[in-house]
């Protein structure tokens, strides 16, 4: 989705000069979004554990991939730590958003 593409690849942020750097900044971005979307799908497939924790979404592993390649860093310990924690919040909120809303379907 180009949608997607906007936010996560920064498919948007390229100024238009010539025809021939629009096509190649275009490419690059649809390629860096593909590789992450199937570096998502891949480990939606292989993680089938109820670990408390949300499955990695694209999002995520582009800012895993930018704070352990991109911007290495000395605290790496503490940004994926952070990653962990963000993914168990996020699947607990989940959890408290469907049981609200089964709960109010259900009041009469």
Same mark, same amino acid.
């Given at each position: 989705?180009?949608?997607?593409?906007?936010s996560q690849v920064g498919l948007d942020q390229h100024q238009v000069r010539r025809w021939d750097s629009?096509? $190649?900044?275009?490419t690059l971005a649809l390629a860096a979004l593909a590789v992450l979307a199937i570096c998502a799908a891949d480990i939606a497939d292989q993680d089938h554990a109820d670990n408390g924790l949300i499955k990695l979404t694209?999002?995520?592993? $582009?800012?895993?991939?930018n704070a352990?390649?991109?911007?290495?860093?000395?605290?790496?310990?503490h940004r994926l730590h952070w990653s962990g924690w963000r993914r168990r919040h996020q699947a607990r909120? $989940? $959890?408290?958003?469907y049981t609200r809303r089964?709960?109010?379907?259900?009041q009469p």
């Open positions: 989705s180009f949608q997607a593409a906007k629009w096509h $190649r900044f275009t694209v999002n995520e592993i $582009r800012r895993l991939i352990c390649i991109i911007h290495p860093i000395s605290d790496l310990a909120a $989940r $959890r408290a958003h089964l709960n109010l379907e259900l």
